[in-house]
T-cell receptor, first 112, second 112 residues
């Protein structure tokens, strides 16, 4: 059973465009939703995270939108750059002490 | 300030052998988790260590075992290796009570 469903699997966007990656979850006990960015040959790096009591969070060009009633959240990348080309993972956990459950990832390619 | 350090970076083992992977957490971090990332997939939680004890375990067989040392470093041991154990093994650390894990670059294990 996949607890965090992520889409699309891959995404190609022109430089300056706004890629959007979507995730859905079932377990209402989740209370922490991080996004990770992973470059080839590297481990995932925490990009931005949100708690369910907040509907939106911005950090630089990255924005998370969170819809608690729909159990969905998404990542938007403003003014995307070729350097943003990477694999992005949404994730969730029940508490700060609990394991992190990852989605399957979205491979993003930003065209120059 | 060094982040999470894993060794070795790459490893080739024969089916049936045993392997030990090592992890040094980021300075100030006391909780270590291990993840398995198959090619093209999201990381899957193996187990978490805190105060030298296994605190949580994912859906992995007993062939996977671990240890945490007094200096918070950790080892992952896999016995009776199978071809399906070929993956990137990631170590992640955090300060207990805080959100957000820092991941290492992983150990790429190939079982032939």
């Amino acid at each position: 059973q996949q607890q965090v469903k992520q889409s699309p699997q891959s995404l190609i966007v022109q430089k300056g465009g706004i890629p959007i990656i979507n995730c859905a979850y079932e377990n209402t006990a989740f209370d922490y939703f991080p996004w990770y960015q992973q470059f080839p040959g590297k481990g995932p790096a925490l990009l931005i995270a949100i708690r369910p009591d907040v509907s939106e969070k911005k950090e630089g060009r990255f924005t998370i939108s969170f819809n608690k009633s729909a159990k969905q959240f998404s990542l938007h990348i403003m003014d995307s750059q070729p350097g943003d080309s990477a694999t992005y993972f949404c994730a969730a956990s029940r508490s700060r002490d609990d394991k992190i459950i990852f989605g399957k990832g979205t491979r993003l390619h930003i065209l120059p | 300030d060094a982040g999470v350090t894993q060794s070795p970076t790459h490893l080739i083992k024969t089916r049936g052998q045993q392997v030990t992977l090592r992890c040094s957490p980021k300075s100030g971090h006391d909780t270590v988790s291990w993840y398995q990332q198959a090619l093209g997939q999201g990381p899957q939680f193996i187990f978490q260590y805190y105060e030298e004890e296994e605190r949580q375990r994912g859906n992995f067989p007993d062939r996977f075992s671990g240890h945490q040392f007094p200096n918070y470093s950790s080892e992952l041991n896999v016995n009776a290796l199978l071809l399906g154990d070929s993956a990137l093994y990631l170590c992640a650390s955090r300060f207990r009570g805080g959100y957000g894990y820092t991941f290492g670059s992983g150990t790429r294990l190939t079982v032939v």
